[in-house]
C-alpha cells in the first residue's frame, strides 16, 4: 500500500470514488489531535434537483462572495496536510504540514514536518508579505503570490482564505457539465493594483452546493498554467463565527505547463480553536526549528 493510499486511509478520504470521482477527471479531467469537538463533516456532491438557470450579474456577485465567507472563520484556523509531489523521472514526494491561519487579521503559516529535510522549514503570511524561512541557513526570503510552496505545483492561495471578491471581477460564461454534475463557469479578471498569482481565473461552481469543483489559472498573456479539481468538502460549525466555516478535502493540481507534474494535497480535520497569541511570528516559527 502507497504512503498516500495509507493516509487517505487515516483521513477518511477515498481516491476514485470521491464523490465527483477521479474517473471524472478524465471527463472533468505538527500533528496535535482535535478533542472535545464535533467532526467536519463531509459535503458529498450530488445533481442539483431540476435543471440548472442562468445566473444573473447579481448572482454571479452574490456567489462568488458567499465562496469567500464560506471559507473564513472569524476565529482561528488549524489543518494538517499531506502533500503528494509528482513529477516527470523523479520519486513522488511525500510532504506533511500544518496550516495555522488567523482570518480577523490576514495572517497565515505553513510549517513543514515531514519529511526530515523539509522538517522546520515554513511560510508566514503578514500584512500582505508572504516569507519563507529555511532553518538550514537561518534566512528569511520574501517569496512572490507565484510561490511554488514547498516545491510543489501548490501556491499560497490552495491553504489561504478565500479573497476572490475582493482580488477579482467576476464575468458569467454559462453552465456547463462535470461529468454528471451541472456548472455555472465564471471568468475571473483581477482587479488592477492587486497582486495575485494569476491574473485570470476560471471557475466551475457546482449548481447544487455552489462550490468551486473545477479552477484553470491564467497567465497574464492567456497561457493556460494550472488546471485543479476539488471533488469533495467538508464543514464544521464555528462557535466565533456562529456558522459553518468549508475547506477543502482534496485538491488535485495539473501543471499544464510542465505536463506530467502534479500535486494531490489531503486536508485533516479543521480545528477552529483559539491559537496562541504569538504564533503568527517570524520567532515562533523559527523556535519550531530548534
Do not use: C
Not at 195 to 224: C, H, I, M
Amino acid at each position: 500500500m502507497s504512503v498516500l493510499m495509507r493516509i487517505r486511509q487515516l483521513l477518511g478520504v477515498r481516491g476514485a470514488s470521491v464523490a465527483l470521482g477521479l474517473g471524472a477527471v478524465g471527463g472533468l479531467a505538527a500533528s496535535v489531535p482535535v478533542v472535545a469537538q464535533e467532526p467536519a463533516a463531509d459535503a458529498a456532491e450530488k445533481p442539483a434537483e431540476g435543471a440548472a438557470k442562468p445566473w444573473t450579474d447579481a448572482e454571479v456577485k452574490a456567489a462568488v462572495k458567499t465562496l469567500d465567507e464560506r471559507q473564513r472563520s472569524s476565529g482561528d484556523y488549524k489543518t494538517n496536510v499531506y502533500i503528494e509531489r509528482k513529477e516527470k523521472s523523479k520519486n513522488d514526494v511525500v510532504l506533511e504540514a500544518t496550516i495555522f491561519r488567523r482570518d480577523a487579521d490576514d495572517k497565515l503559516m505553513i510549517l513543514f514536518s515531514n519529511p526530515k529535510a523539509e522538517k522546520g522549514k515554513g511560510y508566514l503570511r503578514i500584512d500582505k508579505n508572504l516569507w519563507m524561512y529555511d532553518p538550514s541557513v537561518g534566512k528569511w526570503e520574501r517569496r512572490t503570490e507565484r510561490e511554488r510552496i514547498g516545491g510543489t505545483d501548490s501556491r499560497r492561495a490552495d491553504f489561504d482564505e478565500s479573497r476572490l471578491a475582493d482580488e477579482y471581477d467576476a464575468k458569467y460564461e454559462g453552465i456547463e457539465k462535470l461529468g454528471k454534475i451541472e456548472t455555472h463557469k465564471l471568468i475571473l479578471t483581477a482587479k488592477k493594483g492587486i497582486d495575485v498569482a494569476y491574473p485570470k481565473l476560471a471557475l466551475w461552481l457546482s449548481a447544487g452546493s455552489g462550490n468551486t469543483l473545477k479552477r484553470q489559472e491564467f497567465a497574464a498573456s492567456g497561457k493556460l498554467m494550472r488546471t485543479s479539481y476539488t471533488p469533495k468538502w467538508a464543514k464544521k460549525f464555528s462557535e466565533s463565527k456562529k456558522a459553518e466555516v468549508w475547506t477543502p478535502r482534496e485538491i488535485r493540481i495539473f501543471d499544464e505547463v510542465e505536463k506530467g507534474n502534479s500535486t494531490i494535497i489531503l486536508m485533516k480535520e479543521m480545528d477552529l480553536r483559539s491559537l496562541q497569541a504569538n504564533l503568527f511570528t517570524k520567532a515562533w516559527l523559527e523556535s519550531q526549528s530548534r
